[in-house]
């Protein structure tokens, strides 16, 4: 194994629950993986584990080449964490909170102004974090996450509960940092934004991996294609669903524009969250 | 990038965890009001002990009485009232007796709302005797008589004993006979420090209170900071970063040391400590003292989730340890138990170090005890974060 982040059947229990049960996966410079599950799927424990927090009871795990446990400082000089609760120093503002976490890291200048511009919180510098926003706190956690210039990046649900901009915002930082080599481990809950943004997704559910591909494989290796027909018949709009994936799409889609007036043809493709609940059976909530 | 060293680590924990400090209004107004009012209220107190028992007596005739009663014993203050009603008013509370530089004997009627006197001293009469007029007569020619023991409901029994044993002495003083005993030889053994004419002042008796407090107070901000760290799971971004649980250990350590100890010398500097005693036996027990409340400070703060249970708590926990601190103002009243209570080795050695000189052969036991329980309770305090810390 090679990849920047290798993990080998990794597992961890809490007393008789299984939270993580034997899961192997890696993830290469400059890509990002999105790993989906819900609530208690053990995304979070995988994250722990990766960080060193958790030491995990089965299994191994190297981050670029060295492995976590036993070597946490080297390691965890050179990742970045965002974690799903907002763990910031409330009562110290922006600069200071980065200010602190450089020092943890050795870096003794640190151009504060620049990582803030980064996040659009330039302006907001100097105040207590205590006074802001969800997505700024957020923001905020980005920024931190990136004092390091890290190799390795993990993000728990970085834009979750937040507006469109900010998402947006967010989105296109963890792009760019993959697109600078950063191996990027993600977490969410937010199908779009996993398609979006995932090189590859892994579905995780009760500590198991059900998948682990590109989103483009798994759709087509577990979803279904169809193109829906609106016609006007006798003045009244009717609907009609063309599956695609079978050999005689053409007599299909004929048939249904040759009932009446075509007003619109859409086509549609499974999306990741069907194919989790197919391959699941259950949500992502 | 190379690393940073542990101390450098170390060090930035303990400046964030003193800006957080000094951006909690609560924490630094108590600390720093907490520091002035005790101090104040050091200087306030009385630094003597008046250690006479002012009786009052009223006599038609004092003749021999006068001689009997300055003989009679040392620290006895005896006010002459012109009357039995004069006096009875006195103890009861409804006037004042004043003795004047002159040494006449004023009475200030409170309930009339009188003036106080000029260059005149407010007695505090605990008792008073009441002779009938032919009481001479009657006890030099055998006859019963009463004599009236007046006082209120707070004088002490012991007193109230001792005036009736006083009364009969006299009596038989007055009567030339002498009392139907032989009186037993007393040979007064002091054990400890004589401390004859230089007891210990309610001001001297109140510095391991105020230490407590002080140290008290700042297990409370500690626990607070603890407890921000936990609850908003500060602790996990710390150590997602080169610095290891360890050194975020060793900075709460150094800070809840620091502010303790730091407060305590401030408080023992401000009220004289040091200079009434061996600097180093107090210094040494100061910071027992901090590092014990720091191991509490840490574990209550590991259990505190927000700041209404950080406080309960912390109280909960360490209002136990001020039981030593109120046996220094009540010597001799608290059983034996006390001993056990973890703050008695280090309470022990701050009273006996300020308030009558010992050396370090004389805290030896004290501190060697106070050391076992700083090291239980530190050992705790940094076993519960520790795995609280791990389990978030």
């Not at chain 1, 053990?42 to 981050?63: D, E, F, N």
């Not at chain 1, 995932?198 to 290796?221: C, Q, Y």
């Not at chain 1, 043809?265 to 909530?285: K, N, Q, Y």
């Not at chain 2, 001001?203 to 008290?216: D, G, T, W």
């Amino acid at each position: 194994m090679n990849g920047a982040i290798s993990v080998d059947s990794i597992s961890y229990a809490y007393g008789e629950i299984k939270a993580v049960n034997g899961i192997s996966f890696e993830v290469a410079r400059g890509e990002i993986l999105g790993f989906l599950g819900p609530n208690g799927a053990g995304k979070s424990t995988t994250i722990k584990m990766l960080v060193g927090q958790l030491v995990p009871q089965a299994g191994s795990i190297r981050i670029l080449g060295m492995p976590v446990h036993g070597h946490s400082s080297e390691v965890n000089a050179r990742i970045g964490v965002s974690f799903e609760e907002k763990n910031l120093y409330l009562q110290m503002t922006a600069e200071e909170n980065l200010k602190f976490f450089a020092s943890l890291f050795g870096i003794k200048r640190l151009d504060v102004r620049a990582l803030l511009e980064r996040v659009d919180l330039a302006g907001r510098g100097k105040d207590r974090v205590a006074s802001y926003s969800k997505g700024m706190r957020q923001r905020l956690m980005i920024a931190r996450a990136l004092i390091n210039d890290p190799d390795v990046l993990f993000l728990d649900e970085p834009t979750d509960g937040l507006d469109p901009v900010s998402s947006r915002a967010i989105r296109a930082i963890i792009e760019e940092r993959a697109h600078a080599g950063t191996a990027v481990l993600l977490t969410t809950h937010d199908m779009n934004e996993a398609d979006r943004l995932s090189d590859r997704v892994a579905f995780i559910n009760e500590g198991v991996f059900h998948a682990i591909d590109t989103p483009e494989n798994l759709k087509l290796k577990h979803g279904t294609r169809s193109a829906t027909v609106r016609i006007r018949v006798d003045g009244e709009i009717v609907e009609k669903r063309v599956p695609l994936d079978q050999e005689s799409v053409g007599d299909g889609l004929k048939g249904a524009v040759n009932d009446g007036e075509v007003v619109t043809i859409h086509t549609e493709e499974a999306t990741l969250e069907d194919i989790f609940v197919s391959m699941t059976g259950r949500g992502l909530v | 990038m190379s690393g940073p060293g542990r101390a450098a680590i170390v060090g930035a924990i303990l400046k964030k965890d003193l800006i957080q400090f000094s951006r909690d209004r609560v924490y630094m107004v108590l600390s720093i009001v907490g520091l002035v009012m005790f101090i104040t209220v050091y200087w306030l107190l009385p630094d003597t002990v008046d250690e006479s028992i002012t009786i009052g007596l009223s006599h038609y005739d004092l003749g021999q009485f006068e001689a009997v009663f300055a003989d009679a014993e040392e620290g006895l203050d005896v006010v002459v009232f012109e009357s039995e009603e004069a006096m009875r008013s006195v103890i009861a509370g409804d006037a004042e007796a004043w003795r004047t530089d002159t040494g006449r004997i004023l009475i200030r009627d409170t309930v009339a709302g009188e003036a106080r006197p000029e260059n005149a001293k407010k007695l505090s009469v605990l008792v008073g005797l009441g002779f009938p007029e032919n009481f001479l007569r009657d006890t030099a020619t055998g006859t019963a008589g009463t004599v009236r023991v007046l006082v209120n409901d707070d004088t002490p029994e012991e007193i109230r004993t001792a005036m009736v044993s006083f009364i009969r002495e006299i009596a038989f003083m007055l009567a030339g006979v002498e009392m139907p005993i032989t009186e037993p030889e007393a040979d007064e053994i002091i054990l400890g420090t004589d401390r004859m004419g230089a007891q210990i002042s309610m001001r001297e008796r109140m510095q391991p209170m105020l230490i407590f407090f002080v140290l008290m107070m700042e297990t409370f901000a500690l626990a607070s900071l603890i407890g921000v760290e936990i609850t908003h799971r500060t602790v996990t971004a710390i150590t997602a970063t080169p610095a290891k649980l360890s050194d975020l250990l060793a900075a709460k350590t150094i800070f809840g040391i620091g502010l303790s100890l730091g407060q305590a010398v401030v408080l023992l500097a401000a009220i004289g400590a040091f200079g009434a005693g061996n600097a180093l036996i107090i210094l040494t027990a100061a910071f027992l003292g901090a590092a014990m409340f720091t191991g509490i400070g840490m574990a209550v703060g590991s259990a505190g989730r927000d700041f209404i249970g950080t406080l309960f708590f912390t109280m909960a926990c360490v209002l136990p340890l001020a039981i030593p601190a109120f046996s220094a103002l009540f010597p001799g009243m608290s059983p034996a138990w006390v001993r056990f209570v973890p703050s008695h080795g280090v309470m022990t050695a701050l009273v006996d170090a300020t308030a009558y000189g010992a050396g370090w052969s004389d805290v030896a036991a004290p501190l060697g005890t106070a050391v076992v329980w700083v090291v239980v309770l530190f050992a705790l305090g940094l076993g519960v974060l520790s795995r609280k810390a791990r389990t978030l």
